[in-house]
């Protein structure tokens, strides 16, 4: 039911900019016992990714673009993960 949602909406997963972790993120949701717990834990990821990303921002406003910010996120994620 998933897969032909997403080929009607979109002409299928290969035309998402990021197929597989789609896939990863559908599985996750449907496979999850609490929705509840799993709803919490991604809104605080991206809470915390949206002000890595707004730092970022300020700091070099010609860093990000639409085609590297998930990049530019998880490098930030990884020397903020370093320093602690």
């Known amino acids: 039911m998933i897969e032909k949602a997403v080929n009607d909406l979109y002409g299928g997963f290969d035309r998402l900019s990021h197929p597989e972790e789609a896939r990863i993120l559908l599985d996750s949701i449907?496979?999850?016992?609490?929705?509840?717990?799993?709803?919490?834990?991604?809104?605080?990821?991206?809470?915390?990714?949206?002000?890595?990303?707004?730092?970022?921002?300020?700091?070099?406003?010609?860093?990000?673009?639409?085609?590297?910010?998930?990049d530019v996120l998880e490098a930030a994620q990884k020397r903020k993960k370093d320093k602690t």
């Open 30 to 70: 449907f496979s999850c016992e609490d929705i509840e717990e799993l709803y919490t834990g991604t809104r605080s990821s991206e809470i915390n990714n949206h002000i890595i990303l707004k730092e970022l921002d300020d700091r070099y406003p010609v860093l990000l673009k639409r085609g590297n910010i998930a």
